[in-house]
């Protein structure tokens, strides 16, 4: 399981404390993080990737919920660092910026619209994802080709701390 590089060039800015994987899949992130000293809660709505991310690393606090339905309410000023990578749900871009403690870090990758994604809502628009973050320090934005070595699609990129 590979981490995604944006991840990994953050994180080791900070000092580890509590991180949250928001949809976490198999876990690469949250594997990475717990294995660079971050106390990790992973959160995804798959049974299986949970049981499994489980089962393999005990030390992270795997939780299946639907974060859709809300199933996982992000406790306020809780979180060191938030990471949220190839999942888009728009209203929990607030809920994020509130679980984060002051001088925490928000790391969102999520998929940019391409020519013949138009109409899709699981993409965002050129330019969408930093305006979430208008009021936040943005330490990094880009948009463009993924670096990541699980995809190559066009994404958008956002590293923000809480001022
Ligand atoms: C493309 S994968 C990304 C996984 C991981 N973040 C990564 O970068 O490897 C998207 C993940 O979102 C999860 N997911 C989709 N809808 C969800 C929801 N409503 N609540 C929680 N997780 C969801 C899927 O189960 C899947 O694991």
Redesign the pocket.
Known sequence: MVP?TLLVETAQAFQPGRALDL????G??AVWLAEHGWRVTA????AA?IESLQKSHPAIDARV????KHEFPIAEASWDLIVV???LQRDLFEPIKRGLKPGGVAIVIVLLMEPGHERSLFRVQPGELVRYFDDWEILHSYEGKSTDS?HHRAVAELVATKR
């Not at 959160?43 to 798959?46: E, P």
């Open positions: 995604t949809a976490c899949g198999s690469r992130n959160v995804d709505r798959s990737a919920a639907d974060l859709e990578c190839l999942y699980e």
